[in-house]
């Protein structure tokens, strides 16, 4: 009796986990919602700067929208780990349907103010705060975990793909349609997400015991404190978060004052981050070992702050382009190492916790845009000759150009420092892995 066919070894390659129907589903159903989240946010931005010219309101917006990943992240992570996750996603991208509905609503009627676009950036951050940790922590009942690696740089890819479309087709939209027919065509992606989320077949969750809400994140806390291979990247994540990634927050300032950018303009200029990420990813992320994880983490680090510094000392739309290619390449290289760094060493029972932590440097992206918004208000009027109580519709645009570009070069030097400065302790994590592998 001839003994049975031995099984096909799994796929390989970065699309492997497509082979997973309910990964498929998810990635497919995210892919097409983040194209409608950037065309979204490129109209938001852009209706905001119209709305107000201020550094400090342009990034209070992305702030409001950030600061509940900051306030409840951890307890939104102590959340996920106790409810069944599909189910969550369902909800909280429901309600980010309806948000969408509301804010067309507003700009339709004539009614939309800069508090209103406060409030829904606000309502949108609670529900963010809860469904990318649910995504990210799902990822172990996607696929086999030998494929978490692969299936995070497929997230990433995904993320990038549409980094580039998005922003490129809301710029289309934006000059055809206006910032209405963009939130219009954000809502009708969220039917396809809603869809892809329903469809899936998971077995639900198993009940966990948990110590109440501030012991499961003590817990979560002090698991991330003990282990270097969490705390390190994590801490680095937190600091690049605040100090270099406020340039895409203020990015729509930027290409209106200094390189007098059109509505499509500043579109094509953030699309540019997307096509470096994606470069990124198919050349880096997806063929990295994970004893090369370290190193690309330091690398992204140091070249994310030298594009950082680059883009603030250009001067014309082309090199500033260019500038941004890099500085969405680093920054996916480094995010990415961060991300598959954690998850592999993240067990199941805390992994929302931890995750959410990771996250939580999101917040830190739109609270620094904040904090480089005033500084760039101060700069513009310590350079106009203006005192500090002076109104700030008298400081010239190009004052706050100059601001704008000091702070960028600034910032940036500090995230390359900031890179070097963890290489020692990568270095150690490194060589763990190494040795575990071994």
Same mark, same amino acid.
């Given at each position: 009796m001839n003994p049975p066919p031995a099984p096909a070894p799994p796929p390989?390659?970065?699309?492997?986990?497509?082979?997973?129907?309910?990964?498929?589903?998810?990635?497919?159903?995210? !892919?097409?919602?983040?194209?409608?989240?950037?065309?979204?946010?490129?109209?938001?931005?852009?209706?905001?700067v119209n709305l107000t010219p201020s550094g400090l309101k342009v990034g209070l917006v992305a702030f409001?929208? +950030?600061?509940?990943?900051?306030?409840?992240?951890?307890?939104?992570?102590?959340?996920i780990d106790r409810v069944d996750r599909r189910r969550l996603l369902l909800v909280t991208q429901s309600l980010a349907a309806v948000q969408s509905v509301v804010f067309w609503g507003l700009v339709h009627t004539g009614r939309v103010t800069y508090g209103w676009v406060l409030g829904l950036s606000l309502a949108l951050g609670v529900l963010d705060s809860l469904n990318l940790n649910a995504r990210q922590a799902l990822m172990p009942s996607l696929v086999p975990r030998p494929m978490i690696a692969r299936a995070v740089a497929l997230q990433a890819l995904g993320v990038n793909v549409t980094q580039m479309l998005g922003p490129t087709l809301g710029g289309l939209l934006l000059g055809a349609w206006g910032v209405e027919g963009c939130l219009v065509f954000n809502a009708v992606t969220f039917t396809v997400l809603i869809g892809s989320i329903t469809a899936m077949r998971l077995p639900p969750s198993e009940p966990v015991a948990t110590a109440g809400l501030r012991g499961d994140i003590a817990e979560g806390l002090a698991y991330v404190r003990d282990h270097a291979e969490l705390w390190v990247p994590i801490a680095l994540a937190w600091f690049l978060g605040l100090v270099g990634m406020p340039l895409v927050r203020l990015l729509p300032l930027f290409a209106r004052l200094e390189l007098h950018a059109t509505g499509r303009g500043y579109g094509l200029l953030y699309a540019g981050a997307g096509v470096g990420a994606m470069a990124a990813s198919l050349l880096v992320t997806a063929r990295a070992r994970p004893a090369e994880l370290p190193r690309n983490i330091v690398v992204g680090a140091v070249a994310f702050g030298v594009a950082t510094a680059l883009f603030g000392a250009v001067g014309s739309w082309g090199a500033a382009f260019v500038a941004l290619i890099a500085f969405g390449a #680093?920054? !996916?290289?480094?995010?990415?190492?961060? !991300?598959?760094l954690v998850q592999t060493e993240s067990p199941d029972r805390l992994r929302?916790?931890?995750?959410?932590?990771?996250?939580?440097?999101?917040?830190?992206?739109?609270?620094? #845009?904040?904090?480089?918004?005033?500084?760039?208000?101060?700069?513009?009027? +310590?350079?106009?000759?203006?005192?500090?109580? #002076?109104?700030r519709a008298m400081i010239p645009a190009v004052a706050t150009g100059y601001g704008l570009r000091a702070v960028f070069v600034a910032s940036g030097l500090a995230c390359a420092l900031g890179g070097v400065f963890a290489s020692r302790a990568l270095k150690r994590v490194a060589d763990a892995l190494r040795g575990r592998a071994g």
């Open positions: 390989e390659g970065l699309w492997a986990p497509l082979a997973h129907r309910n990964f498929r589903l998810l990635w497919g159903g995210f !892919m097409v919602s983040h194209v409608g989240d950037f065309v979204q946010v490129l109209a938001q931005s852009w209706l905001v409001a929208q +950030a600061v509940p990943r900051l306030v409840i992240g951890l307890a939104a992570g102590a959340l #680093a920054q !996916m290289t480094f995010r990415s190492a961060v !991300m598959t929302g916790r931890i995750i959410s932590a990771l996250t939580m440097d999101f917040a830190l992206w739109s609270l620094g #845009a904040v904090a480089l918004g005033a500084v760039v208000d101060v700069v513009a009027r +310590a350079r106009a000759g203006l005192p500090w109580g #002076a109104d």
